[in-house]
């Protein structure tokens, strides 16, 4: 269990759920994570 927490995947994952579910409670917070992605990505 601890392995595969530790993996990079799982810790990518783990953190972008929980970060997911925090934003969705904040609009504005959110739409900085679009314009961060977006930076990032594009």
Request: glycine residues 8%.
């Amino acid at each position: 269990e601890v392995q595969r927490i530790s993996k990079p995947g799982g810790i990518i994952a783990i953190w972008g759920y929980w970060y997911f579910n925090l934003l969705r409670e904040e609009e504005h917070l959110k739409q900085m994570l679009r314009d961060f992605f977006t930076t990032v990505f594009d």
